[in-house]
């Protein structure tokens, strides 16, 4: 007989894990506060103020090209790539999902290509592109452990 508490589709210990979390509205009010300093702190371009929001040994990927960075330096580092290769980078909000595992959005990203980043060469052009970014939740940390970033519409 199948466990009908745990869809087929959750394969992974962390999947199960996650879909045991309880939704519960003090919990959702700090996730959303947290993703609120880290999406200021980004657009403000404070970068200790936006490390402050992830635990010590956050994970910043990418998928599609396969790049990983770890722990703050690592957060640093890219962010710093990022904000240098698009100086005027600006994030358009298209759609959040929030809850006891973390943070899912959807954003239209709009920059001028100034500088080489990961492995694209810069172009001096206007972009836009979509990312869809997943800041997993630390329940114990109560902070984000990094960002897996999608992005469509744009080499990586």
């Not at 466990?3 to 959750?10: E, I, M, S, T, W």
């Not at 290769?85 to 909000?93: V, Y």
Request: charge should be negative; hydrophobic fraction near 40%.
């Amino acid at each position: 007989m199948a466990n009908l508490d745990v869809p087929p589709a959750a394969a992974s210990e962390q999947a199960r894990e996650q879909l045991g979390r309880q939704v519960d509205a003090q919990v959702y009010d700090e996730i959303r506060e947290l993703w609120k300093r880290h999406s200021i702190a980004e657009e403000h371009r404070d970068l200790p103020g936006l490390i402050a929001t992830l635990t010590e040994d956050c994970v910043y990927e990418i998928p599609e090209s396969k790049q990983r960075w770890n722990g703050h330096a690592g957060a640093t580092e890219f962010y710093n790539g990022l904000l240098t290769a698009f100086p005027d980078i600006h994030f358009a909000l298209m759609e959040i999902v929030i809850g006891p595992q973390g943070v899912c959005e959807e954003a239209l990203v709009t920059a001028t290509h100034a500088r080489d980043w990961l492995g694209v060469r810069a172009s001096g052009q206007r972009l836009e592109f979509t990312v869809v970014i997943f800041f997993p939740w630390h329940a114990d940390k109560r902070l984000f452990a990094g960002e897996r970033i999608h992005v469509s519409g744009l080499s990586v």
